[in-house]
C-alpha cells in the first residue's frame, strides 16, 4: 500500500541517518580521544624539554595531536630565522616574528578543520531526521483515513494498524536524531577546548621566540 510504502522508505533513510552518525560518533570519540591525549604528552614534553629540535623529532609520532602540528609549523618558520634568512635589522627580526605568527595562525586553523571533519553531518541529522520521521507519519496517517474513507469502515481495528505504523516514523527519527545531536554538542565543546590550547600554546611560542631568537 502507499502507507507501507511512504513508511518504509522514511524508514530506510531515517536508517541510514542513524547509521552513518554513529559510525562519526565512534570515529570521531576514538580520534578526539587520541588527540587530547597525545596534545597532553606533547605539552608535557615540551615544557620538560631544552632543545625545540627535539621536539620536533618527537611530533613524527604525535601526528594526531593539534598542538604537536601547530608547533611543528612554527619550528619550520623559525628554523629560517635560527638559519639567518630572516635575521639581521630589527624591522626584518619583527618582520621574522609576523611569519612564524602567521605559521601558527595557519596551522591552527588547519587542525581545527581537520578536527570539524564529519561533525556537521551529526548536526545535518539531529536536525533532519525529525522531519523525515514526521513526513512519513503525516504521509501514512493521510493514506490511512483514505483507505478508512474507501473501505467506509471507521472502527479502531481498522484505524490503528495504519495509524501506529505510521506513528512509528515519527519515533525512529528521534531516535536518530537524539544521539546525534548529543554528540555534535560533545565533540563541538572538545574541539572548542583543543581550540583555545592551540591559542594558549601559540601565544607561549611566541614568546619564547621574542626571549631567546629575538634579541
Partial sequence: TYTSGAVVLAFLVLAAFSFISWYIIGYKALYLRRARRESQEFLEAF??????DAIFQLT????TSPISQVFRAGYIELSKLKTGESAGTMGSQLG????????????????????????P??????STAPFVGLFGTVWGIMNS????GSSESATLATVAPGIAEALIATAIGLV????????????????????????????DFLNIVKRHFLK
Wanted: proline share 1%; hydrophobic share 50%.
Fill in 145 to 148: 483515513f483514505i483507505n478508512i
Fill in 47 to 52: 615544557w620538560q624539554s631544552k632543545r625545540l
Fill in 121 to 126: 553531518f551529526l548536526a545535518t541529522t539531529g
Fill in 176 to 203: 536518530a536524531a537524539i544521539p546525534a545531536v548529543m554528540a555534535y554538542n560533545f565533540f563541538s565543546a572538545h574541539i572548542r577546548v583543543l581550540s583555545s590550547e592551540m591559542d594558549s600554546f601559540s601565544a
Fill in 96 to 119: 621574522a616574528l609576523e611569519n612564524v605568527d602567521r605559521a601558527l595562525r595557519r596551522a591552527a586553523t588547519l587542525e581545527v578543520t581537520n578536527l570539524e571533519k564529519l561533525i
Fill in 60 to 63: 613524527d609520532s604525535m601526528k
